[in-house]
């Protein structure tokens, strides 16, 4: 992982609590996470956005104005937080609605078949 502890200094600067990522799985997320997913969220994570930590005399930590401000950049249309741009998340394309098949592609998929 590149996340080193000058990566952040931020959170260091921030003076809120610095809460090891083992009992920030437990504490800050709602419901509770697993240990993987927290190290996924800090050194893949979700939607273009990572987890910021810390690494702390061999401890990884983060904060909880930081688990806030991960969590709000999943919601489907997240308001920017600090002057961070917060990257878009794409709208599927609307599905069709009423099975998409007339009663003539019905017909022509029965004829190819040999039933009529």
Known sequence: ???????????LESGDKLVPLNAACE???????SRPTINRYSSIGVRDVKLRTVLIGGTRCTTA???????????PNPAPSDGEPVSSVPKRPARKTGGGMTAEDIATG???HGLE
């Open 27 to 33: 504490e800050l997320f709602n419901p509770p996470i």
């Open 110 to 112: 029965l004829a190819r």
């Open 65 to 75: 104005s930081e688990v806030k401000r991960f969590s709000r950049a999943q919601l």
């Open 1 to 11: 992982m590149s996340n080193k502890i000058f990566d952040y200094p931020e959170l």
